[in-house]
């Protein structure tokens, strides 16, 4: 009898176990578009923007939520392409080189992008939410310096 509970109990948990590791791999596929990426909406939060603010730029953040996954993508792609080569102990300086600068265009596209998102934002903005802005873009920048900005 009890052999028989034990089995039902595995049966059971196993059961269980591959219902959440299927509802996990679907979820996965399943990417919800949102209008904005998260990061937008976070930074429209920062600067307390209004709802009407937040309106108007709808369609600007719809334009860059297009953009942005596949920079992203390009720029993760191109780090693993990086440590790849230097985790190789055959790959050559220039092959090392050569994925350092497909890395560094990556970040770069990145950061136009992320540079033209900002100025068309800043034109639905008060002065005061101007300054927030560039201020922790100026911080940002400044880390990423590794010092003040």
Same mark, same amino acid.
């Given at each position: 009898?009890?052999?028989?509970?034990?089995?039902?109990?595995?049966?059971?948990?196993?059961?269980?176990?591959?219902?959440?590791?299927?509802?996990?791999?679907?979820?996965?596929?399943?990417?919800?578009?949102?209008? /904005?990426?998260?990061?937008?909406?976070?930074?429209?939060?920062?600067?307390?923007?209004?709802?009407?603010?937040?309106?108007?730029?709808?369609?600007?953040?719809?334009?860059? /939520?297009?953009?942005?996954?596949?920079?992203?993508?390009?720029?993760?792609?191109?780090?693993?392409?990086?440590?790849?080569?230097?985790?190789?102990?055959?790959?050559?300086?220039?092959?090392?080189?050569?994925?350092?600068?497909?890395?560094?265009?990556?970040?770069?596209?990145?950061?136009?992008?992320?540079?033209?998102?900002?100025?068309?934002?800043?034109?639905?903005?008060?002065?005061?939410?101007?300054?927030?802005?560039?201020?922790?873009?100026?911080?940002?920048?400044?880390?990423?310096?590794?010092?003040?900005?």
């Amino acid at each position: 009898m009890r052999k028989r509970w034990l089995i039902l109990f595995l049966i059971l948990a196993a059961l269980g176990v591959v219902s959440y590791a299927a509802t996990r791999a679907i979820q996965s596929r399943q990417c919800p578009r949102a209008s /904005a990426p998260h990061s937008f909406r976070k930074l429209q939060s920062y600067l307390e923007l209004t709802p009407d603010q937040r309106k108007a730029m709808a369609e600007i953040d719809e334009k860059y /939520a297009e953009i942005r996954p596949r920079l992203h993508q390009k720029l993760w792609e191109a780090g693993e392409e990086l440590i790849s080569v230097l985790h190789d102990p055959n790959s050559t300086m220039e092959e090392a080189k050569a994925a350092a600068r497909k890395f560094g265009a990556a970040q770069q596209e990145m950061q136009l992008n992320t540079i033209s998102y900002t100025y068309e934002l800043r034109k639905h903005l008060t002065t005061a939410q101007r300054e927030k802005l560039i201020s922790t873009m100026g911080r940002g920048m400044g880390a990423l310096a590794g010092g003040p900005p």
